[in-house]
Structure formats: structure tokens, C-alpha cells
């Protein structure tokens, strides 16, 4: 179905049907799973015209599959894009797309708040192949602006940001990129597509780790770019030859997961307003950074281009690192991982999880306290982890 199929056609609806419209194999009521790594063609004039794309149909599963491929119109319907394509992981997904878009040269703008391996992706690789990198403080919003104005290929933008939960102004932004002729990238892994559209702000690309809160079930690994035909094609044209290629079997888990993606945002969004609140005052918190509180920094910004306001938040606790190390063992409903966007609550420092590939003085540079702690709110009746967290806290 194109774009104008679904107008007036809410989420939740989405989620359920798109791609799987047009039914399936011997009249299955579920995406089968294909694990065929080759498809037959007995006519050649056909087999030529799938491979050079004049005709659907599939050659070679490093290329493209029939169990991906309706993942990736899910994702494409969901963020309203032109063409989606998928990808391993999520830093397949990020990688594939900053190296298909950038050349030995080029300039890419962004943030200093993005997840520490896109940090990686720009501060230590990008530079070998004469990239110019310029990261700029998060919330200076002028300062992106100034630095976008200047020139520049690609400006990548992530809000809110991993682990801090920035908000960036993202009309403003992607208008600056716009001027200059930039490709504008957005990271909308914690949004979704159910709290925040970054294409309908004008973003060229969205990409998210597939693996956090769009499968939500913590079993399968995957990333996605959304956007642009063009450019979508570009980045899959990089990826077949690079093969960091969704596997059916991901595949499969990552649509079951899209399924609830709705009602999983919208359960996550209350139950992370309500924790934020009762953790803003408590004694034993320091600071809590989530845009759904009022006297956050980016509430105003983030009221206006989300619809939620996400089931991320962090916080950073009185008595530094040694009340982290206290606190984390007392939790009961909670993991204790390098993970986010599962149904139950994770929670883990910055230094083990998302930023755990720079020093410390990296990431108190880029004000990530040794007493944060990254919390992504699961389902769970809010009231048992409020009392769950509340007894962790005392015990520090």
C-alpha cells in the first residue's frame, strides 16, 4: 500500500496490519518465517528482471527476503517514509548510513550527547578516511546552528539523547541543515514512531536500533533507516555489499514485537512520567533527567514535536559511583544490563552500558556523572517498582 493508503489510519493499526496486507503463502494468518538463503527462477528473462529490479521477487537473502521485507514496510508505514531497509543491528544501521552519506572531505555536524558507539563512529573512525567531524554541546542549539550554517554533507541529530534524555529542537535544526543542503539523519530510537515523526519535521533519514523498543522483547537484534527513496536505496546498495543483513529469524521476533508497539510506548511513556516524579523528590536523588517533567530544560521543545515523552529516563544519586554500587544489587524488578525498550525494567551506569566504550573523563565531559543511572521503565505495575526503587534507595 503506498503512503496515501494509510492516511487517516491510526498506529496501533499500522503496527497490526501494514505489509501484511496482501496475505501470505498458502493462506498463513502470520508472516511465515523464510530461511531460504536462494530463490528458484525456472524463467531467466524473469530472474534477470528481479535481480536488476524491474520486477518483485527476491534472488538472494544477503539482498533482500520476504520475512524482512515486511518488516521494513511496517517501519515504513509507521514512520511515513518513502522506502525502509534493515540491517543487523542498530550500529549497522547508524554505520552503514553515515558511510554511505559521507566521502573523504565531507563535514558531518552533530551533538556530543549521541550513544557512545555513534561517539565511537565519529570521534575515532570517520576521521581515518579524512571526514571532518564537528561535535557540538547538546543543548547549545545555536551552536549546531552556527556550525551547520558554516557547511556540511550530513547533520545527524538524536533526541532524546542516550543517556542524559536532551531534547533537541529538531524544526529548527533540520531548517538549518536544509539551508546549506545537508542530508538530516535523526536517531529516533528512544521516540519511537509512536511518540515523535522526525520526517514530518523535514528529516531526510530516521534510523533506529530496531533491537531496543520497536521489538520490545529483548530476543532480537536489528536496526532500520527510514526516509528518502533515493537515499534508502544508496544506504541498501552499501549494505548488500557490506552484508550486515537482518536475519529472518530477527526479523520474524522484531514484527511479533510491532505488533504491541503501541500500547507498550503508551505504557512505558506513563509509568516513566510517574517514576521521574516520585525519584525528582526523593532524598536520595540528585538530579532526574526526563523531558516529562516541567522544570526540565527540553519540556517545552519536547511537548511540541512529541506526542510522549518516552520510557527512558536517568538519574544520578547522592554519594557518587559507591551509592550506585549499593542501590543496583537492591533492586528486585529490574535487570541489571546493557539494554533498553524491553517490557521489564533495565536499569545500569552509563560506564557499563551506553557509554562504557569512553573514559570517564570523556564522559564527564560530556556530563555523564559517575552516579547516573540509565533507566528504561518496563510494564510492570508502576506502583511495585515505585516501592521497589523506593526500598533500593533507602538501603544506600
Known amino acids: 500500500m503506498s503512503n496515501q493508503k494509510w492516511d487517516g489510519i491510526h498506529q496501533s493499526t499500522k503496527a497490526v496490519w501494514a505489509g501484511e496486507t496482501d496475505g501470505f503463502f498458502e493462506g498463513v494468518a ?15 528473462d524473469e530472474w534477470f528482471e528481479v535481480a536488476t529490479g524491474k520486477r518483485k521477487g527476491h534472488i538472494y537473502s544477503r539482498n533482500t527476503n520476504p520475512t524482512v521485507k515486511v518488516f521494513e514496510e511496517k517501519m515504513r508505514v509507521l514512520e511515513n517514509a518513502e522506502a ?7 550500529m549497522a544501521a547508524i554505520s552503514n548510513t553515515l558511510f554511505t552519506l559521507l566521502s573523504p572531505g565531507e563535514r558531518v555536524v552533530s551533538v556530543k550527547d549521541t550513544y557512545g558507539g555513534t561517539s565511537i563512529v565519529f570521534l575515532e573512525h570517520l576521521p581515518r578516511f579524512d571526514i571532518d567531524v564537528t561535535m557540538c554541546e547538546t543543548e547549545d542549539q545555536d551552536e549546531i546552528e552556527a556550525e551547520c550554517l558554516k557547511g556540511c554533507t550530513v547533520l545527524y541529530l538524536e533526541t532524546p539523547t542516550n543517556p542524559t534524555m536532551k531534547v533537541l529542537d529538531l524544526k529548527r535544526l533540520i531548517a538549518a541543515g536544509k539551508k546549506v543542503g545537508a542530508t538530516v539523519v535523526v536517531d529516533n530510537t528512544f521516540a519511537t ?9 523535514g528529516a ?3 534510523v533506529h536500533s530496531a533491537t531496543k523498543f520497536i521489538g520490545g522483547h529483548s530476543d532480537a537484534l536489528g536496526g532500520v533507516i527510514c526516509g ?14 557490506n552484508g550486515a543483513t537482518l536475519d529472518a529469524n530477527s526479523a520474524y521476533l522484531l ?3 510491532l505488533k504491541t508497539l503501541k500500547l507498550r510506548i503508551e505504557r512505558q511513556n506513563d509509568n516513566a512520567m510517574k517514576l521521574a516524579t516520585f525519584l525528582e523528590n526523593h532524598q536520595k536523588v540528585d538530579q532526574v533527567f526526563y523531558p516529562g517533567l516541567k522544570n526540565s530544560k527540553g519540556h517545552d521543545i519536547a511537548k511540541n514535536q512529541m506526542r510522549g515523552f518516552s520510557g527512558m529516563l536517568s538519574f544520578s544519586l547522592k554519594g557518587g559511583f559507591d551509592a550506585v554500587r549499593h542501590f543496583l ?20 551506569p552509563p560506564r557499563t552500558t551506553s557509554h562504557v566504550e569512553l573514559t570517564e573523563a570523556q564522559r564527564t565531559k560530556l556530563g555523564i556523572p559517575e552516579s547516573l543511572i540509565r533507566c528504561s521503565v518496563g510494564i ?5 517498582i515505585i516501592s521497589d526503587f523506593d526500598q533500593a534507595l533507602q538501603n544506600i
Open 329 to 348: 544489587p537492591q533492586i528486585r524488578f529490574a535487570h541489571r544490563a546493557a539494554h533498553l525498550g524491553g517490557v521489564e525494567t533495565i536499569v545500569g
Open 228 to 241: 528518502k527513496k533515493d537515499l534508502v536505496q544508496k544506504i541498501y546498495a552499501f549494505r548488500e555489499i
Open 255 to 257: 514484527l511479533r514485537g
Open 30 to 44: 502470520q508472516v511465515p518465517i523464510v530461511n531460504s538463503v536462494s530463490y528458484n527462477h525456472d524463467d531467466v
Open 204 to 206: 531526510d533519514l530516521v
Open 193 to 201: 514512531p509512536i511518540n515523535q515523526n522526525p520526517l514530518a519535521l
Open 84 to 90: 525502509a531497509t534493515s540491517f543487523a543491528t542498530g
Open 380 to 384: 510492570e505495575d508502576i506502583e511495585d
